[in-house]
């Protein structure tokens, strides 16, 4: 893979993410699974295993009542994680991620 099509992937998900702030509760609890399945898809077919398992978690997670404000919360630093260039650092920062939404 290279770093173009890592930056595409990036700014895909960047979409996905200010789409699902943007409209925010608006959204409904299939909406936001079906936001973060794209997310996870995005995310599995350009090999970042982190953001694809968390992703998966947050989109089941969001058909549960009372999580969907969770999800929501913790997409606000996906961002941040995956315009690291330092793939340990989004490892890391996605794994704690993931641990919030626990």
């Known amino acids: ?3 173009e099509s890592l930056d595409a992937a990036r700014t895909r998900i960047g979409r996905c993410v200010a789409e699902v702030q943007e ?3 608006r959204l409904s609890p299939l ?7 794209e997310i996870r ?3 599995s077919v350009n090999g970042m295993s982190a953001l694809e398992q968390l992703a998966r978690c947050s989109a089941q997670m969001a058909l549960l009542p009372g999580h969907r404000v969770a999800v929501r919360s913790c997409l606000e630093h996906v961002d ?3 315009a690291c260039r330092s793939p340990a650092d989004t490892t890391a920062m ?4 993931a641990l919030r939404l626990r």
């Open 1 to 3: 893979m290279t770093s």
């Open 23 to 25: 409209r925010g509760p």
């Open 31 to 37: 909406d936001l699974h079906a936001r973060m399945d």
């Open 41 to 43: 898809k995005i995310a």
């Open 80 to 82: 941040e994680a995956i």
């Open 94 to 97: 996605l794994a704690a991620l």
